[in-house]
């Protein structure tokens, strides 16, 4: 099965006292496992760094820390989804004309990147703001369940 993995659910696998760990550390196994192909966008890598680097998680992650996780645990299994500027664009009006602002796009941006891989399922810890930009997708948004 194709998964879009929001970069929520990577850092709540990455960080061990994260309240959603377990659920999204099994998921990770299952791609890991090959048993779930997974993708992220080209912004995913980048948000996924930012929010470890700049979250006070006890003990800090450092940047060297972040990069290795994301050449450990993402690239090796995660194929990388990049946007056109066309796509940018195209999901920028589309926010413009539905009233959608503020850091709601990158969602949004997400999204994009998940339908232009055909995924089946989208896997985020922010399902409701998700669901509230593709009503038509609702019942392929979900957090990931432990397996």
């Not at 820390?65 to 500027?85: H, M, R």
């Not at 997400?110 to 593709?134: D, E």
């Amino acid at each position: 099965m194709r998964v879009y993995f929001d970069p929520s659910v990577l850092v709540a696998a990455s960080v061990a006292d994260h309240p959603n760990h377990p659920q999204a550390a099994a998921c990770l196994h299952s791609v890991r496992a090959k048993r779930i192909e997974a993708f992220i966008s080209a912004h995913g890598l980048a948000e996924f760094y930012s929010v470890l680097t700049r979250t006070p998680f006890t003990p800090p992650i450092y940047p060297n820390e972040a990069w290795q996780l994301l050449v450990d645990d993402i690239l090796p299994y995660f194929e990388t989804v990049s946007l056109s500027s066309k796509d940018y664009t195209e999901t920028i009006r589309k926010c413009a004309d539905q009233g959608t602002a503020g850091g709601r796009l990158y969602d949004a941006l997400h999204l994009r990147s998940a339908q232009k891989a055909n995924c089946a399922k989208v896997y985020t810890f922010n399902i409701r703001h998700f669901q509230q930009l593709a009503p038509e997708l609702a019942g392929n948004i979900s957090a990931p369940l432990a397996v």
